[in-house]
């Protein structure tokens, strides 16, 4: 079975600032990995995803992603903080369609 | 637009009233499922469907139903609801065309059960 963690419930930085949200996973099967973004009121978009091939992964609105076999983790990062970013992000990871998610980390952009 | 609509959007009910919450797809996906959202524990699966007609129990059944009688649509059922299924509830739908499995959310419905 899969499972996902996510490091830290709340992240705070300031406008223009890396952001980085930690996802470390498991699975028994080579897995599909997924961030997504959920905005105030809305249902979840996929920023991005790695299925197979290239582990840096890039996706919408500047994020990216590494997927790193040998620590189980796929790590969200944005260089520079936008206000428009602060969301709810959830990592997720896939295998024959049960898709788990982790528990979400809220993002917050300070000014 | 390729779109997973949801309805209602917002409900209140009492405790025990039955209830349905409709689920519908416009891409012709074979891959249906449940979610419900909760503060500090993310989404966890009520139900899913691979095909018509076949549908499986995911992490939180318990007080749930569904069916699955047309490829597009994905009704969720509390015959008596309760207080503890106060929450935010996600249908997301995929196709198996997809190994990935992509799934694709709806905008949500948030039901209160007082």
């Known amino acids: 079975a899969q499972s996902v963690t996510q490091l830290g419930s709340h992240v705070s930085v300031s406008e223009g600032a890396l952001v980085l949200l930690r996802c470390n996973y498991s699975?028994?099967?080579?897995?599909?990995l997924f961030w997504y973004v959920q905005y105030p009121n809305q249902g979840l978009q996929l920023l991005l995803k790695y299925t197979t091939g290239a582990t840096l992964v890039k996706g919408i609105n500047g994020f990216e992603a590494e997927f790193k076999k040998s620590e189980t983790s796929f790590h969200l990062t944005k260089p520079s903080a936008h206000m428009s970013d602060a969301a709810e992000y959830f990592c997720a990871v896939s295998a024959f369609g049960d898709m788990r998610f982790g528990a979400g980390t809220r993002l917050t952009v300070k000014p | 637009e390729a779109q997973v609509t949801q309805n209602p959007r917002y409900l209140i009910t009492v405790t025990g009233k039955k209830l349905t919450v409709t689920c519908s797809q416009n891409m012709n996906h074979e891959y249906m499922s449940w979610y419900r959202q909760d503060p500090g524990l993310g989404l966890r699966q009520i139900y899913y469907s691979m095909n018509v007609e076949v549908t499986d129990k995911g992490d939180v059944p318990e007080g749930y139903k569904v069916s699955r009688k047309e490829k597009r649509n994905f009704p969720l059922i509390l015959e008596s609801p309760s207080p503890n299924q106060t929450s935010l509830y996600f249908c997301?739908?995929?196709?198996?065309?997809?190994?990935?499995?992509?799934?694709?959310f709806g905008p949500g419905t948030r039901l209160t059960v007082t």
């Open positions: 699975s028994s099967v080579p897995p599909y």
């Open positions: 997301a739908s995929s196709s198996s065309g997809t190994v990935s499995y992509e799934q694709y």
